[in-house]
């Protein structure tokens, strides 16, 4: 069975449009069947993926100085896709940036944030998301979270009210900290991008001026972003906990989350007067890439929280 949230096939890479090509600043590995391929090609395109397999431990492609795949052209297109065709990039190109859980009874599938068109696809969705392919399961932790994402989606209640029920149902309870504190937690995991450290520096500096009364009033017609949010953590990150213990650590960091991105976002507000919906995007890319695509991140803040 194949679970996926609606906006899911909806998905399309935007290729030379996108201004954080996943092309660069990541490692590729190259799976062992397209390795395979790639050592039958002939002709000038063979030497080319010959100089730039680096095949010791995992196979993967040698980035450049710049962090640049090898094979990403001065127009931001893959030269692969218009040399071999698409049928022909490595799995992790081909599926990026889609996530699968594959669960006992399941496949759940979704899109992940640490892609700004995925982000815009998922946070500007107004309507309430729904998984298509459901089915009856009486799997402890599956139905609760259904229960969770259900309950975030309640509109007739308040934003941090839908989160302390969440909390509520999973028996625990969000460990309060000031902000600055959390912030330095974040600070001393794994960085991939100075931007996220300014932002977080930043949150520091301004934690005494926030203003949250404000910011939630220029939010209101704009909820649904967190709502949108908190869903895609709670589906991508629930189901797989393998108890109840574990579930609870991934609600309160779904909870943490939430805080993280809202003062964010009233931080920005608070000092400029505005935060658009590219900036909200953004930050969630950044959060994505910082935690989620990090599995000592990930996890540390799993155990921590």
């Known amino acids: 069975m194949h679970i996926y949230p609606d906006y899911y096939k ?16 990541w490692e590729i590995d190259i799976d062992e069947s397209t390795l395979d ?4 090609v002939t002709g000038d395109f063979k030497n080319r993926l010959k100089e730039n397999i680096e095949r010791k431990d995992t196979p993967h492609f040698k980035l450049s100085e710049n962090e640049r795949c090898p094979f990403l052209n001065s127009y931001n297109l893959c030269d692969i896709i218009t040399t071999l065709g698409e049928d022909h990039l490595c799995d992790i190109c081909k599926e990026h940036p889609r996530f699968h859980n594959e669960l006992p009874d399941r496949i759940e599938s979704g899109l992940g944030l640490c892609c700004e068109e995925a982000g815009r696809m998922i946070l500007g969705k107004k309507e309430k998301t729904a998984l298509i392919g459901k089915l009856k399961t009486d799997d402890e932790i599956i139905l609760l979270r259904d229960e969770i994402i259900s309950t975030l989606q309640n509109r007739e209640k308040s934003l941090k009210n839908r989160v302390n029920d969440m909390l509520t149902l999973c028996d625990t309870e969000f460990f309060d900290r000031p902000l600055s504190v959390w912030c330095k937690m974040l600070l001393s995991l794994e960085l991939l991008d100075r931007s996220w450290s300014d932002i977080l520096n930043a949150l520091i500096k301004n934690e005494s001026v926030i203003d949250f009364e404000k ?36 609600a309160r960091f779904t909870a943490f989350s939430y805080y993280l991105l809202y003062s964010i976002g009233a931080m920005i507000f608070t000092l400029t007067g505005e935060f658009c919906f590219e900036t909200q995007v953004e930050i969630a890319r950044l959060f994505s890439s910082e935690i989620e695509y990090s599995d000592e991140n990930l996890h540390t803040l799993f155990d921590t929280i």
Do not use: T, W
């Open 10 to 25: 909806n998905f399309r890479c935007i290729a030379d449009k996108c201004r954080h090509n996943c092309c660069i600043g």
């Open 37 to 40: 391929f790639y050592d039958s």
């Open 215 to 250: 910011f939630s009033g220029y939010m209101s017609d704009r909820e649904y972003e967190y709502e949108q949010f908190l869903v895609y953590l709670i589906y991508r990150h629930f189901a797989n906990a393998p108890d109840i213990y574990e579930a609870q650590k991934r």
